[in-house]
């Protein structure tokens, strides 16, 4: 369910989208310099408990948000750090095992969606069923300590056939406000660096149909 809303407040964002300019984004805005990565639904962990190579187990996170392990049973992991995970799992662990030490490491990247960069509008193969050119369609990608523009592009595989990469824009939340710049894609691909701005977490990019 809560998947189905996020979609939908990416249409209704990308229904905001006009012939009207936005401010252009830059790159003096300032990056979070204590990023740490927080584990979400679908990402793929690895536990590994000292000394006790039975109870060590890959896992991945349920849609709930949790995981069960041998010996523990529906323990959240979403909304965690790995260390933090780590050391519940250490809680758990003590019933049974003596003075646990536990490692997470995350192998498959979801993340949780407050984190996931989102993409929504004109994209490589996103033409829909019937290969409607006027169709659009939505992806989702982890964000990425000093991620720019065009690593993102470069994740997303290229713009659909009929995308205006230069009326391109981002809503970005600064103070809990949402606010929306212009960015120039076309400008990028071209080779024009200026225009390859620093990507937030939680960016969500909207690419609009060129008009003909």
């Known amino acids: 369910m809560r998947r189905f809303k996020t979609v939908a407040t990416l249409l209704s964002m990308f229904l905001l989208i006009s012939c009207s300019s936005h401010p252009p984004l830059d790159n003096t805005v ?15 962990i690895e536990i590994f408990v000292w000394d006790n190579p ?3 187990k890959n896992v991945t996170v349920r849609p709930d948000g949790k995981i069960s392990t041998p010996l523990i049973d529906d323990l959240v992991a979403t909304g965690k750090t790995p260390s933090e995970l780590a050391r519940d ?4 662990l003590s019933q049974f095992v003596r003075e646990p030490l536990v490692s997470v490491i995350v192998n498959g990247f979801q993340g949780v969606y407050e984190q996931q960069i989102r993409i929504i509008g004109q994209l490589e193969g996103g033409g829909g069923g019937g290969g409607q050119s006027n169709s659009f369609s939505a992806q989702a990608f982890p964000y ?5 523009l065009l690593d993102l592009l470069i994740e997303l ?3 659909g056939e009929y995308a205006d990469g230069n009326r391109s824009s981002i809503f970005r939340r600064i103070d809990g ?3 929306q710049f ?6 990028l691909l071209e080779g024009d660096v200026s225009a390859n701005i620093k990507i937030l977490p939680g960016d969500v990019l909207l690419i609009p149909e060129a008009f003909f």
Do not use: F
Request: proline share 5%.
């Open 89 to 92: 799992i250490e809680d758990n």
């Open 54 to 56: 039975d109870i060590s």
């Open 30 to 44: 300032k990056l979070p310099t204590d990023y740490t990565y927080i584990v979400g639904p679908g990402d793929s």
């Open 157 to 159: 595989g290229g713009l």
């Open 182 to 187: 212009g960015i120039k894609i076309d400008d």
């Open 177 to 179: 406000t949402a606010h």
């Open 144 to 148: 990425k300590k000093d991620m720019t």
